[in-house]
């Protein structure tokens, strides 16, 4: 009777522990127990308990600390710069935690979804803006400011567009329609606005789009004209990934920049978006040299939409949030070194709300809101100024 008690209250002390010895402990148990030999019991009891004492600090490293008194935003603020993520409006409407940290350690956000074309124009001329004012509404209210994103881009188009027949003057008309409404409705809200969004091909070419088959070339001046138009005072850049360090996409999106500002077309800056991994990432001298050359044309760059991928790598997790940890210092560093790089925006800063599917964990705080290596990494870099 006792040893039946002792058995029981073993078995559900794994359970409350809720680690991975949770089932070795109540499976074997019972499997055990059939033995009936309660000496044997006694001693595969001791033996779970040092074994799983152990095991469960092996699968994630708890991080040291919870947050530290100073935030990400508070030093950035005091290096002139933009820290930033891209927000989630679900989640931003639905959870207290994710707004407290969203508030507490980033001054700027970019919308993920909710300014794009499909979102804000569902019908043709019928606009619907909750979604982004509940965002600009936040950021007024935290004192942050909001990066525009995206006017024209190739994807998150509504059907009546993609399924429709437009001349080309009826297409200007409608991409015409759209940038002023948008951009009009956030004037004064709104001082940064990706303008054209991944228009190059890896090969240097340009990305064959409904804008530029229905348009042509020019889709990309006219954009910017518009939007120039619609808010003289906003900041409009060309946003792109891939082309961050060196190479053909790279030099291409140098020359579409260039050959815009020569002929006088309203561009503000070039947004790098940095979506890398640990084993894929620029060097960071290739990113510093192609930034250099960037604001040497006059023009801000700003690191819009990084995370960094860790799955699919077999080394230990502690060695991949270090090396993670490493990426995301070395692009913030690189950043803080030139003169015109304005922002390091993140897309997502807890692993909880990512685009990139299921087990990766590619940004700074984990599905638990803890800050990760990488956090103390961004940290380090804005505290050493
Ligand atoms: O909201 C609907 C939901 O109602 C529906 O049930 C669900 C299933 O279809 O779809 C939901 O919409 C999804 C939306 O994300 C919100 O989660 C869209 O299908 C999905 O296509 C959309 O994906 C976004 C994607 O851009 C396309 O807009 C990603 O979240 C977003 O992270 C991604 O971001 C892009 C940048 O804008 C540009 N650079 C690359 C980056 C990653 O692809």
């Known amino acids: 009777m006792i040893r039946d008690a002792l058995y029981l209250a073993h078995a559900f002390y ?92 980033f001054n700027i956000m970019t919308p993920e979804v909710s300014l794009k074309f499909d979102a804000t124009e569902p019908e043709r001329n019928q606009y619907d803006f909750a979604e982004g004012d509940t965002i600009v509404a936040f950021a007024k209210a935290h004192n942050m400011q909001v990066r525009g994103h995206t006017l024209v881009w190739f994807r998150a188009l509504p059907s009546w567009l993609t399924a429709g027949k437009f001349s080309r003057s009826e297409l200007m008309q409608i991409l015409r329609g759209h940038i002023f409404t948008e951009v009009a409705h956030y004037q004064g809200q709104i001082t940064i606005w990706d303008v054209v969004n991944e228009a190059v091909n890896g090969d240097g070419t340009l990305r064959d789009t409904i804008w530029l088959r229905g348009i042509g070339p020019d889709y990309i001046d006219w954009a910017f004209r518009w939007a120039h138009e619609a808010n003289p005072q906003a900041r409009l850049f060309y946003n792109d990934f891939g082309g961050e360090g060196s190479g053909r996409k790279s030099d291409a999106i140098y020359s579409l920049v260039k050959g815009l500002l020569q002929r006088g077309v309203p561009i503000g800056g070039v947004g790098l978006q940095m979506h890398i991994g640990i084993d894929s990432y620029p060097a960071p001298q290739a990113v510093l040299a192609n930034m250099q050359r960037l604001t040497a044309l006059g023009l801000e760059v700003q690191i819009t939409e990084m995370d960094v991928q860790i799955q699919g790598d077999r080394r230990p997790v502690q060695t991949r949030l270090a090396l993670q940890a490493q990426v995301y210092r070395d692009m913030l560093g690189v950043c803080l070194e030139v003169v015109g790089c304005t922002a390091f925006v993140m897309w997502g800063f807890t692993d909880l709300y990512s685009w990139l599917p299921g087990p990766d964990a590619p940004v700074i705080f984990d599905r638990d809101y803890r800050p990760k290596p990488a956090y103390f990494a961004l940290m380090g870099d804005l505290d050493s100024g």
């Open 14 to 105: 794994f359970r409350a522990e809720g680690s991975r010895c949770q089932e070795i402990g109540y499976v074997d148990l019972k499997r055990k127990a059939r033995l009936k030999n309660h000496t044997l019991l006694f001693f595969f009891l001791a033996l779970l308990t040092v074994s799983c004492g152990n095991a469960s600090t092996q699968v994630v490293p708890k991080p040291a600390t919870s947050a530290p008194l100073q935030a990400l935003r508070s030093l950035a603020q005091a290096r002139g710069m933009y820290i930033g993520t891209a927000v989630n409006v679900d989640a931003l409407q639905n959870e207290e935690q994710y707004r407290e940290v969203l508030a507490r350690e």
